[in-house]
């Protein structure tokens, strides 16, 4: 009995220490329909219901391109869907989402460009722009719109609730 509580207590405590790191530690899984690559230039695509998931980051999208030219760590992802969506538990389990028609994702910098029809929404606020830059690591944004048209970000309230 008590060998049977040990190897749970270890079991247990093995996935909460796994459920602690970070996200970009940890490995990227991608599903698709399709896929094509070339191995000699350093690309990928997959095509039809792609998503990527690295611990509790997902992006779904109609197509991927990858492009590993600049070496491992350096990989530059292109997801392109109308919209493809990110989704991912920041510290503290504050959830970020965010779609665009295009979104690139850049793993050294770990940072998501989302371009054309462009949102994040974070701790309840939503930000719309033509163009949004979000460094995951720092939760940092900038946004920008093009063609007389502005920015629009949406703050809501802390309700007593929430508090």
Do not use: W
């Not at 191995?39 to 197509?63: C, F, H, M, W």
Request: net charge negative; charged share 20%.
């Amino acid at each position: 009995m008590k060998t049977k509580l040990l190897i749970a207590a270890v079991f247990f405590s093995s996935q909460a220490l796994a459920a602690t790191k970070p996200d970009h530690t940890l490995p990227i899984a991608i599903n698709a329909d399709n896929t094509e690559a070339s191995i000699r230039d350093n690309i990928a695509v997959y095509v039809n219901n792609v998503e990527v998931t690295q611990g509790s980051l997902l992006i779904k999208a109609d197509k991927l391109e990858i492009n590993a030219s600049a070496g491992k760590g350096n990989e530059v992802f292109i997801f392109t869907g109308r919209p493809a969506t990110y989704s991912q538990l920041l510290e503290g389990d504050r959830p970020v989402t965010a779609q665009a028609n295009e979104i690139r994702y850049d793993l050294a910098s770990r940072t998501l460009t989302l371009t054309a029809d462009a949102e994040l929404t974070q701790s309840g606020s939503l930000v719309r722009g033509d163009v949004i830059r979000y460094n995951i690591e720092l939760q940092q944004l900038t946004a920008g719109s093009e063609q007389n048209r502005r920015v629009t970000t949406i703050f809501t309230p802390e309700t007593k609730e929430n508090q």
